[in-house]
C-alpha cells in the first residue's frame, strides 16, 4: 500500500511532539498555536493512513464504503484545518491585533473555513485504488484544493507583505513551510496518485520547530532559566495580547565579591534555584548577573518579592548585595520597546531597591524625548553657539569670551545646556555635540572679525568624555589646522568631574594640548566639582568661580573672606580668576575690587548669538570703554 511516506511522516511528527511537550514552555501565543498545528497534523496524517487502508479494504473486499467516504472526507478536512491554523498561525504573529480590517480579515478567513468545512462533509466524495495507486476525487476533494490553495498563498502573501518586521529567518522558516506544502498540493493535484501533502505538512512542522519553536533557543544553558529572548518574545505577546503583568527583577552584584569562577557559577545557579524555588511563575535570566520572574499580578509580586527579601536577608541563596527593580504594573509603559528602556535604564542605577512609577517613567521619556531633539538638531543643523564676553578688569576691554551650546527648536524657541548637556553625556551624544561646537568655534574665529574687535581667546566647554583614550584630543588639533586657527586662540574648560573619573588620561590629554598652546581653565569652582586640592595639580590657567560661589559672596557674609582668601591663594600660584554670574553693577565693583581678572556675568551681556557679540565687541572695544 501507498502508505510509507505517511508512516514515516506520522513518526516524524510524533517525535517532534514529544520533544515539545517534555521542553519547559512560555506561554506564548505562538507556542499554543504552533501546538495546536501539531495536533492538527497528527490527526491528518492519521485519518490519511487510515483512509488508504479502508479505500483498499472497501475497493477489494468489500467493506463499507460509507464508513471509507466519512474517513475519507475527515481526512481532507484536517487538512484543510492544518492550512487554516498555518494562516492563522502567520497572520496572528504578523497582522495588527486592534485594527478593524485585521479583524474583518480573520473573521472572513474563519466563515470560509467553516463554510468549506461543511461544504466538504455534504458533498460527494469518490476514491479509487488500483495497486499502489489510491486517493479521493470528486467535488468535496476539489473544495479541499481550492481551500488549502487559498490558506497556503494568503500565509504566503501576508509574509511576504509583513517581511520588514520580521527577522530574516523567521520569514525564512514560513515560506519554507508553506513553500514545500503548495508544492506538495500541487503536484498531487495534477498526479493524485503521488500522496505527498502530508509528508509535507509534517516536513514544515519540523522546519517550524527547528527554526522557530525550539524551545532551547528559549532556556539558558547554564541555569535552565528563560533567556532574555525569551523575556522579549513574551513581553512582546503580552503586550499585544493586552494582558497586563508585574515584573521583579534583581541584578545581584556577584563580580566584586567573587574572584573565583567556579564560585560565582555556583553563586548564579544558587540565585537561579531560590528564584525557581519561589513558586511556578516564569524566571529568566536576562544578563550574566540580572535574573526577573513575571507575575500575573502585583500582589503575588509583592508577596513573592518579600520572600525573597527574607531568604536574602537570612543570606542563604541570593547574595546579600543586589539592585532590585519591581514594576509593579506593565500597563504603566506604553508598549514593550518602552518597557526594555525602562528596565535597561533603571538597572544601571545603583539603589537597592526601586519601585517603577509614573515620575520615574516620566524621567525616561523626557530623557528620550531630549535624545531625539540632540539628534534632530545635529541632522539639521540647528546646534548654535553664543557667546557671552568676559571683561579684562585691568585692560579694561572684552578680550575673551565663552562659547555656550545652545539647540534651535524648528519654532524658533532656544533649548538652553541645561536641559540637554546632561543627557547628551549619558547618551555619548556629547561627542558629536562637541564636535559640532568646536567645529562652530572654528568657523567663527576663521572670520577673523571678532579679533578685528579684539577678542583674544575663545573658551570652549569640555565633557570627560570627550577626552578618554578613544577621543583624544585629536579632534580638536585636526579643526584648528583645517581652519588655520592659531591655537593659543583657544582655552578649554573643564570641571572636575571631568577630569576626576580618568584622571590621567586627561592629563595626557592636556599635555599634549598645552604643547601645542591650548590653554585651560578649571569651570564651576566652588559648586563641590572643583577643589583646592585639585586644581594644586592640574595644568590650568585660570579659576571661574562659579555663579552659585559669587552669590554667596553677596549672600553670605561668611564667604567674603573665603573668597578674598582664594583669590590671593590664587594669584600665588600665578592664576587667573574669573568671577560668573556678575548681574549688578555693585557686584562688578566688590569683585573688581576684590582683585578678580575677569568678570563675567548679565551686567555685561547675556550670552549671544555671534552677530550680536561681533555688534558687541564693535561697540564696547572700539570705544573708550572703562
Ligand atoms: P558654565 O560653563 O558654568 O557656563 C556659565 C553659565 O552661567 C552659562 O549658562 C551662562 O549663561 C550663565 N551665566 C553667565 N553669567 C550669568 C549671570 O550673570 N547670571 C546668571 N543667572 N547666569 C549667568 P548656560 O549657557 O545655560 O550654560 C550652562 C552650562 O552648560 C555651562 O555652565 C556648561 O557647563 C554647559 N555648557 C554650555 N555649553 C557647553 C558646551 O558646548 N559643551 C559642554 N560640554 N558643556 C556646555
Ligand atoms: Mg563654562
Ligand atoms: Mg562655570
Redesign the pocket.
Known sequence: MNIELQCCALFIIFTIFVMFMREKKLDLMNRKLFQRAIYACFACLTFDILSVILINMSVHTGFDGRITSIVCKFYIMLLVLQGYFGYVYASTSLLPIDKTWAKAARITYHIIFIIGEILMLVLPIGYTAEGRIVYSFGPSTSVAYVLSAIYIISTIITTLVYRKQIPGRRFTAMMLWQGIWLIAAAIQFIEPELLLVGFASSFGMVILYIQLENPSEYIDGTTGLFTTHALSAYVHDKYKFGKRFSMFTAKIHYMTSFVDYNMEQAAVMRTAKALVSLGPEPAFRIDDDTFCVLYDNKERMFERAANIKTQKDGVKDLPAKGTYLLIPDSKLMSGPDEFFRFLHTYLERDQEILIADEEMLQTLRDHSRTKELIDEALREDRVE??Y?PFYNVRWARFNVA????RIRKTNGEIV???EF?PVAEETGQ?LP??VR?FEKVCQFLARGEAEKYGLEQIE????AA?FDNDNPADFIMDHLEQYKIDPGLINL?I?ETAAGENRDIMLKNMESLMKKGVTFSL??FGTGRSNIDYFVNMPVNNI?F??TFTKGFFDNDKIKPVLSGMVDILHKMNMNVVA????TEDQMLEMTDMGVEYI????YS??VPEEEFIEFLKKTNTSDHS
Open positions: 553657539v553664543f557671552q565663552e562659547a555656550l551650546v538652553m545646556p541645561g548637556i556629547i555635540l562637541g561646537v570652549v566647554n569640555v565633557s570627550q574648560e570641571t569651570d564651576d571661574k562659579d555663579y560668573e554670574g556678575i548681574e563675567q556675568g548679565f551686567y547675556k550670552p
